[in-house]
Structures are given as C-alpha cells and as structure tokens.
C-alpha cells in the first residue's frame, strides 16, 4: 500500500540556519504531495503541495520539489526563523482526484533565537 | 471565514460512556473525514465520507461510527469508548472536484482522554 516516511526528529536548529526536512514516499501511479503544518494547539495547514513529477510546490520561503525518479518530496528553507517552530507533515493523495491523505509521523521543529 | 469546527476541544471521560465528537465545515465540501492523531503514527484515517449518505471505513474504523446525514455535519461516535481510543481527533474536509491536489481544511483538533 501506499505509506510516507519522513525523517526522524525532533529537529533543532538556531535562527537564520538552512532547513532540510527528508520524505520519501512509495505509491502506486502518480500521487499528489503535500507538506501540512501543525502549529502548537492548533491543526494542520496546507503548507505546500506538488501534483505531478519536477513541480516545486512552495510557500512562506520553504519548497519542496517531486521527485519521481528517488521517490522523494524533501523539505527545505534557506533561514529559519523562531516562527517556524511547529510539526511538520509529509503526506500524499494516492490517485488522481482520490482525497485520502497518508501521513508520515511528523517532524517537530524547534528554532531557537 | 471558511473554517471547520470541531466541538469539543477537550473531554476527559471513562470506559463504556457513549460520546459524540461533532464537526462542521461551511465551505459546501463534498469530501470529509476523521483522523486520530498518534505519537510516532502520524495521523491515520478513521472513517471518510464522499457526501451526504456516502460514507466508508478508513485505516482504523474499530470501535467508530460516523453519520452523514446533512453536507455540512460529520459526527464521530464512539459507542463504548475503551483508553486505547485516547487520543487527539481532527476532521477534515475538501472539494471532490477540480483535479489532483485538492487540499483538506482541517479542524482544531479534539483531545479526548478515556480513563
């Protein structure tokens, strides 16, 4: 079936550091990608999303790029700031137009000052 | 504002007492589902429903209900609540049309504590 593996964390980082958050992905067919969000008390929010192969989703600084040759959907932010500070979701709709969303387990995110 | 609404925020209860976790969206979505969210899992799939009268399992449908009966509302219903149904809950919902990509609008969350 289909699943989402991201990295482990927790991740810490200082201010203004580069950010890479690792997801890899296996599915059936061409998938939708999607980095959600998870500020503290709060639920998810769409962050970013690709829907075909090579199609760099980004928003707020982060990107994320669909790669389907390594299966992958890798997270990054070139300076991070103390308002980054939240889970973060890896997760894929399997087929075209389905809404199922599988998760990987999150990544929690600390930056501090 | 378009939001989804999930009530309650919070419930502590016991074993065996029927509970009822509702959620509303007011963005005319076609698509809605419940998720429970666990530490080191993610969050998994429970139960979906694709409109009014449609619904279907998830990936860990045992010991839910759910009910479609209006667009608009998708109650959670745990019948017998046991402690390993301890956990924090979202709905979601989205369009059903428009292409790949479609992205879920989540509620706040519900914390429930089964003792």
């Known amino acids: 079936g289909n699943s989402v593996t991201q990295m482990e964390g927790p991740v810490t980082l200082s201010e203004e550091a580069f950010l890479t958050i690792n997801c890899t992905y296996t599915?059936?067919?061409?998938?939708?990608l999607f980095w959600y969000v998870q500020y503290p008390g709060e639920g998810l929010q769409l962050l970013l999303k690709?829907?075909?192969?090579?199609d760099k989703g980004s928003n707020k600084g982060f990107e994320a790029t669909y790669r389907k040759e390594t299966t992958s959907f890798h997270l990054e932010k070139g300076s991070v700031q103390v308002s980054d500070s939240a889970v973060y979701f890896c997760?894929?709709?399997?087929?075209?137009?389905?809404?199922?969303?599988?998760f990987g387990q999150g990544t929690r995110l600390t930056i501090n000052p | 504002e378009a939001q989804v609404t999930q009530n309650p925020r919070y419930l502590i209860t016991v074993t065996g007492k029927k509970l009822t976790v509702t959620c509303s969206q007011n963005m005319n979505h076609e698509y809605m589902s419940w998720y429970r969210q666990d530490p080191g899992l993610g969050l998994r799939q429970i139960y979906y429903s694709m409109n009014v009268e449609v619904t279907d399992k998830g990936d860990v449908p045992e010991g839910y209900k759910v009910s479609r009966k209006e667009k608009r509302n998708f109650p959670l219903i745990l019948e017998s609540p046991s402690p390993n149904q301890t956990s924090l809950y979202f709905c979601?919902?989205?369009?059903?049309?428009?292409?790949?990509?479609?992205?879920?609008?989540f509620g706040d969350g519900t914390r429930l504590s089964i003792l």
């Open positions: 979601a919902s989205s369009r059903r049309t428009g292409g790949a990509g479609q992205p879920q609008h």
């Open positions: 599915a059936t067919g061409y998938p939708s």
């Open positions: 997760a894929l709709t399997g087929i075209q137009g389905a809404q199922k969303l599988v």
């Open positions: 690709a829907t075909k192969a090579d």
